[in-house]
């Protein structure tokens, strides 16, 4: 089991910049693909990126490449999502998981408690 906490959320305006960080607590991060979804008031959970255990590979939502970025520092069992560009539309609460190298939500089976971003006109 891995242990996840998220952090770097917040307000931001419209074209600004937030970078999230998930610490994991496991000393066997390295084996464990990471994932960040997000889900806004009344949507589903969607797929934001994702990226392998040795971070040689990573996937990112075709709707937010350019924009987002995934990235881990194994030496501090930390990933993190650079977003930049951002728009009202990507309110909502971002979520890390740890699991497997998938964009689908139900291959993961470890989930941080959400940290939330807000992004105003």
């Known amino acids: 089991q891995v242990q996840l906490v998220e952090s770097g959320g917040g307000l931001v305006q419209a074209g600004g910049s937030l970078r999230l960080s998930c610490a994991a607590s496991s000393r066997t991060f390295r084996d464990y693909a990471m994932g960040w979804f997000r889900q806004a008031p009344g949507k589903e959970r969607e797929f934001v990126a994702t990226?392998?255990?040795?971070?040689?590979?990573?996937s990112h939502a075709d709707s937010l490449k350019g924009r987002f970025t995934i990235s881990r520092d194994k030496a501090k069992n930390t990933v993190y999502l650079q977003m930049n560009s951002l728009k009202p539309e990507d309110t909502a609460v971002y979520y890390c998981?740890?699991?497997?190298?998938?964009?689908?939500?139900?291959?993961?089976?470890?989930w941080g408690q959400g940290t939330q971003v807000t992004v105003s006109s």
């Open positions: 998981a740890a699991g497997r190298y998938s964009s689908k939500w139900s291959d993961y089976t470890d």
């Open positions: 990226i392998s255990g040795s971070g040689g590979t990573r």
